[in-house]
């Protein structure tokens, strides 16, 4: 499996800045994966990005609140724009295994705190 | 679309007893993955087994065991002999075939008792 570091860990912002996350794997993948995770719940995917082409959305998320880079096929990074308290929960990335897309490793997520 | 159901919210066991945890997986899919993913307080996500629609032979691992029965649309875990370390909680999750997009279940949190 792939070795993905998320920057930064753990934040805790103000009401109406961004933060952009990143994602570094260690080796090259096609497909990554945003998730979010409200406090005690489900993993929810935001969107998928793939190297080289636009991510795609999943309904309830939209690129102007989570926009998205994917620049190589090593890394990717998400923002969390114009945040509200409601954007407070775990964000994570994962990628799909060389040569068995269907699973997916995960980073160890970003914690976000917004006052 | 899926849908998958963890009816367990907490379960509580001391040491060494053995745990399952239950899995009810909807689809309309004919073919599809069934994964569970275990996530200590650290807040990583840890791959632990991935299943297709068309293996229904269970799988054991160490301690840890999975039962498949499509006829339930059940795909439950087993942990053996629960230790300390276990404690985390378990997402079940499935996709179709050819499909990149995990659908989780609520998730399950296991606190084992020393």
């Known amino acids: 499996s792939a070795v993905i570091s998320q920057k930064p860990s753990r934040d805790i912002c103000q009401r109406g800045t961004s933060l952009t996350i990143q994602c570094q794997v260690d080796?090259?993948?096609?497909?990554m994966f945003w998730y979010r995770q409200q406090p005690g719940q489900s993993l929810t995917l935001i969107a998928t990005?793939?190297?080289?082409?636009?991510?795609?959305?999943e309904s309830g998320f939209v690129i102007d609140k989570f926009p998205i880079s994917r620049p190589n096929l090593t890394f990717s990074t998400l923002t969390v724009s114009n945040m509200s308290p409601e954007d407070s929960s775990i964000y994570l990335c994962?990628?799909?295994?060389?040569?068995?897309?269907?699973?997916?490793?995960f980073g160890a997520g970003t914690r976000l705190s917004v006052l | 679309a899926q849908k998958v159901t963890q009816a367990q919210t907490e379960i509580s066991v001391v040491e060494k007893e053995d745990v399952t945890l239950d899995c009810v997986y909807e689809?309309?899919?004919?073919?599809?993955?069934l994964f569970w993913y275990k996530q200590p307080p650290s807040g990583e996500l840890v791959f632990l087994i991935r299943?297709?629609?068309?293996?229904?032979q269970n799988e054991i691992s160490g301690r840890y065991s999975w039962n498949f029965q499509k006829s339930t649309s059940s795909f439950n875990f087993t942990i053996t002999a629960s230790q300390v370390v276990d404690s985390a909680v378990y997402f079940c999750?499935?996709?179709?075939?050819?499909?990149?997009?995990?659908?989780f279940g609520k998730g399950t949190k296991l606190s084992v008792i020393p």
């Open positions: 990005a793939n190297q080289g082409s636009e991510a795609t959305y």
């Open positions: 689809t309309r899919d004919t073919t599809y993955y």
């Open positions: 999750g499935g996709s179709g075939a050819g499909s990149y997009q995990l659908t």
């Open positions: 994962s990628v799909g295994s060389q040569g068995n897309q269907n699973i997916q490793y």
């Open positions: 299943r297709n629609s068309f293996d229904e």
């Open positions: 080796s090259q993948v096609t497909m």
